[in-house]
């Protein structure tokens, strides 16, 4: 019995000891792989969306969309005073939902919160009391009941102007001159029903509604400002090849009656004129795309002045910014020449997509 648990036994369990090994190591590798990969997609997908974002903010400063990826980043890098950071915040939807993640579970940024929503709230129910005297009635009960301070300064307003069916609403009114926003929508939010009313009434809020007065505070802003350089110097490079995105600038074009008579007025050659009127009303999409069809259309001694005037002619006051992703037939190639990332982990690396012309495209490229 005892030569039943020898060595044989011990290289056997051994055996499949190993085997289990690597049975789990081939399923978690390639899902770690893959896994990391979808990461890496979901934020090539986020950092091109800020990056239309910036190009964005940028156009409206510059009045043109910025060409160089290094220049648009610098743009914010060096607004030291943080002049555009608000904005940003407001037109980048990640940018927006990673503040409140980074400070958003402290007790004084909600305190902010409530303060900012209960404040913005009150100033539209300023203008609803006007017209509904009913919500202004229930408003005065509630205060009267709940706070005998506010009651104070509603009771001579009411007595005043009895049996004014306004008088609720003057009263709310006054109210707002001896207390503030805040203050009035926490009393009132101690009664459940109303509570319920003013919430539906409750303006849709985002971060870059709290952040001025949360960063009156020196903590938050320090935490807030280091993450917004982090934020913006991660913004230049795709995650899986850590290569820079690359930006492209251009119009539209349309050879119209504008540029024909243009032509006509300068008294072009009419040869010429003739093959300017084979593109009559055909759109040509970017400046490279226009370039290549006119030189193609027309000789270098034709394109000298003919040239000018069709480019400014035909060149459309549209412009559109183009944010490509760097991942190439390069990259996919390294990836299936690494044995271990793709005979051990099967991993497949495809582009993660573009946004063109201000629209976002994420099919494979």
């Known amino acids: ?101 980074l400070v958003g579970e402290e007790s004084i940024v909600k305190s902010i919160m409530d303060s900012v929503n209960w404040d913005t709230t009150y100033r539209d129910i300023k203008k609803a009391i006007e017209i509904d005297y009913f919500l202004a009635d229930a408003m005065v009960n509630v205060a009267l009941k709940h706070d005998t301070r506010m009651a104070r300064v509603i009771k001579p ?31 009132l939010n101690t009664d459940d029903s109303l509570a319920t009313v003013l919430r539906q009434m409750a303006p849709d809020m985002d971060m870059a509604d709290y952040l001025p007065k949360i960063k009156q505070f020196d903590h938050l802003a320090s935490r807030i400002d280091s993450f917004y350089a982090d934020f913006l110097d991660s913004l230049g490079t795709c995650p899986t090849v850590m290569k820079p995105y690359r930006i492209a600038v251009g119009q539209i074009y349309k050879v119209n009656d504008a540029v024909i008579e243009e032509l006509e007025f300068r008294k072009i050659p009419v040869e010429i004129i003739e093959k300017v009127k084979t593109l009559k009303d055909k759109t040509i999409v970017g400046d490279l795309a226009f370039e290549e069809t006119i030189n193609n259309l027309l000789t270098p001694e034709e394109l000298t002045e003919s040239g000018e005037i069709i480019r400014s002619k035909a060149g459309s006051t549209v412009q559109f910014a183009n944010i490509y992703c760097p991942l190439d037939s390069t990259d996919i190639l390294r990836v299936e020449n690494n044995w271990w990332k793709n005979k051990i982990g099967g991993l497949k690396l495809v582009n993660h997509g573009k946004i063109y012309q201000n629209e976002k495209n994420w099919e494979i490229q």
């Open 1 to 101: 019995m005892a030569e039943a648990t020898g060595k044989g036994s011990i290289i056997l369990k051994l055996i499949i000891v190993i085997l289990i090994g690597v049975l789990a190591a081939a399923i978690m590798i390639p899902k770690q792989m893959w896994d990391q990969e979808a990461k890496n997609t979901e934020t090539c997908h986020q950092r091109m969306n800020s990056l239309l974002s910036a190009e964005l903010l940028f156009q409206k400063y510059n009045e043109k969309y910025c060409p160089n990826l290094d220049t648009l980043l610098a743009f914010f890098q060096n607004d030291v005073e943080k002049k555009y950071e608000l904005e940003f915040v407001q037109l980048d939807t990640f940018l927006n939902v990673q503040l409140m993640k």
């Open 157 to 187: 307003v009411l007595d005043a102007n009895y049996g004014d069916k306004m008088a609720p609403t003057k009263a709310m009114q006054e109210l707002s001159n001896h207390f503030s926003n805040y203050e009035i929508m926490k009393v």
